[in-house]
């Protein structure tokens, strides 16, 4: 069962570096904008660890911690408090309050892994199989996801594809990102299987609500056209011609 991470700031992109850190390991991460929310939200929620930046809006990290403390429930989940280098004070407060393991602003993804590693055992992901075989199709190039097909398209590819593309999209989304190429200037062979693929990625990427583009060569695009589900699919004659239509 994955470890339960809430994560409370105020700000985006701490929330967002703190998600991104913890995405290589059997974690699940819940959010929460200001102490009020994440005192809740860990009364809801029960989780193995909570990071806690000290100051923010309605309630702040210092009385969020406070409560934590007086709640049988949940004053023996372990905290991680994030307090900005000039809040020395702070650090001392939190440190009476029983809080061993503080994090100075600005910090690294790294950083905080290693600071909960000294509190719980994570573990890493299983699936490593799967995660080489998306980089085996997918890069990011200029803030793109860029999903490159082989030159010839099987089944079997096209099935493993189709299983990647949903969780690609969601990393994505996790990422803050919007814009996805399907590269198919590689593709020498057009037939069922990369018609069908093609149509699969398009309407993934559409439910998705991701801005997708894509690029391939004038022979393929004529192929392309002779097939009614692609026909009217604008195509762009090259990977830079495509990134430049964002």
């Known amino acids: ?58 309630m702040t990290g210092i009385e969020m911690l406070e409560r934590l403390k007086k709640d049988d429930e949940l004053k023996a989940i372990p905290v991680i408090m994030l307090t900005a280098e000039s809040g020395k004070d702070n650090v001392m407060q939190i440190v009476k309050m029983g809080v061993q393991n503080y994090i100075v602003k600005p910090f690294k993804g790294e950083q905080l892994i290693e600071r909960v590693q000294s509190v719980l055992k994570l573990e ?40 990647l593309i949903g969780s690609r999209l969601k990393d994505m989304k996790a990422d803050g990102l919007s814009k996805f190429i399907l590269d198919l200037t590689g593709v020498k062979e057009t037939n069922m299987s990369p018609i069908k693929l093609i149509i699969q990625v398009i309407e993934k990427c559409g439910a998705a609500k ?23 699919l604008p195509i762009h004659d090259s990977l830079e011609a495509a990134k430049s239509q964002f």
């Open 124 to 163: 890493e992901k299983s699936g490593k199989d799967t995660a080489g075989a998306a980089e085996k199709y997918f890069k990011i190039q200029d803030s793109i996801t860029i999903l490159r097909l082989p030159p010839k398209i099987t089944r079997p590819i096209g099935v493993e594809v189709e299983g």
């Open 1 to 58: 069962m994955p470890l339960k991470v809430l994560t409370v700031d105020d700000s985006k992109t701490i929330r967002m570096i703190v998600k991104k850190a913890f995405k290589p390991y059997d974690c699940e991460l819940v959010e929460a904008e200001n102490g009020q929310l994440g005192l809740d939200t860990a009364t809801r929620e029960k989780p193995d660890l909570i990071i806690l930046d000290i100051t923010m809006p309605v």
């Open 210 to 232: 991701v801005h997708t583009r894509v690029a391939g060569t004038a022979v393929l695009k004529e192929e392309l056209q002779e097939f009614a589900e692609t026909s009217s």
